[in-house]
């Protein structure tokens, strides 16, 4: 049985990691750290091009586990017909969510109170006062209520929100209320002050805030995605987004990153952050967390965490 784990981080900086395995650090290197056949258990880099997250799979002929440091597993997803049947595909659930909650808080009130204004208008030396809108008595929708969503929830209670809708793939209830399907999205749209993207990218939500979606939104209503680029039509938000009609807040984009002469960059009613709910101070710490869990689960033969999927698994 090989027992090479390759990780992103210094094995040295990780406390608590579990005697047995043969631990090398790889980051994206364009030398491999060892035979790819001899790694058992992959920790892939965090926030590195898809192409470069998935060059070793074709070789990892032995691997068991693939583990992201990502809520997100989009990036790893076309290398995983490259795997044998059996690997366990493990997302970073419990990583990101202080940090994405927190940036999407910061993102609503900075839209809705015009801090972006505030900070042109500093440079310009200009006292620019007048009426904005709150957040507090607005209806919040958040589509996709993983546990990202739940953790925005949490930060949005103080605020002494009107309502929060919840919309996830599958209707359930939680201690807070009912979660609504997919199905529903057209008639909770027109209610909503705030719509909230934390969705996974797949085929069910590419393209999901299109022409129809952004439609639907009422006036004056803001749209903050926090989940992926291309969940959003950036055409059909361009156009909405000219009219004045909506506004947004977004951390992602599509493309991403942008390009210095990409007309959204210059549209009204936008703010933009460069793609960084996840790193902040909080990462490291909870990702070691992480990892120390998982690997000595995987060595003392315990199930593992966060497991979205299994090479080679019938999905029907």
């Known amino acids: 049985m090989t027992a090479d784990v390759w990780l992103p981080i210094p094995p040295d900086e990780i406390e608590g990691l579990p005697e047995g395995p043969e631990y090398r650090f790889w980051n994206g290197a364009e030398e491999f750290p060892a035979d790819p056949a001899d790694c058992a258990f992959y920790v892939v880099p965090y926030m590195k091009p ?85 957040l507090a008595d607005k209806n919040v929708l958040i589509v996709g209520y993983g546990s990202i969503g739940e953790a925005i929830e949490d930060r949005l209670v103080p605020f002494e929100v009107a309502r929060v809708a919840r919309v996830a793939r599958s209707e359930r209830t939680t201690a807070r209320g009912p979660v609504h399907p997919l199905t529903e999205l057209p008639a909770l749209l027109p209610q909503a002050d705030v719509v909230i993207l934390s969705t996974p990218l797949n085929e069910t939500t590419r393209g999901l805030a299109g022409a129809d979606f952004l439609s639907r939104m009422k006036d004056g209503a803001l749209l903050v995605n926090v989940a992926r680029g291309p969940v959003v039509d950036t055409k059909a938000l361009l156009a909405e987004l000219e009219t004045g009609r909506i506004t947004a807040a977004l951390d992602v984009t599509d493309p991403e990153p942008l390009a210095r002469e990409h007309p959204l960059w210059r549209a009204p009613g936008v703010l933009i952050s460069p793609h960084v709910g996840g790193p902040t101070s909080a990462f490291l710490p909870r990702a070691k967390r992480l990892l120390v869990d998982q690997l000595n689960r995987y060595v003392n033969r315990e199930p593992l965490r966060n497991v979205i999927l299994t090479t080679g698994a019938s999905t029907g």
Do not use: K
């Open 50 to 134: 898809s192409p470069l997250c998935v060059r070793p799979l074709g070789r990892m002929s032995n691997v068991q586990v693939v583990q992201t440091l990502s809520a997100g597993i989009d990036h790893v997803e076309p290398g995983l017909g490259r795997l044998p049947a059996g690997v366990r595909l493990c997302n970073a659930r419990g990583v990101h969510e202080a940090s994405t909650g927190e940036l999407t808080l910061a993102l609503i009130l900075a839209s809705l109170r015009g801090i972006p204004d505030f900070v042109r208008a500093q440079d310009r030396g200009e006292w620019l006062g007048g009426f904005r809108p709150a």
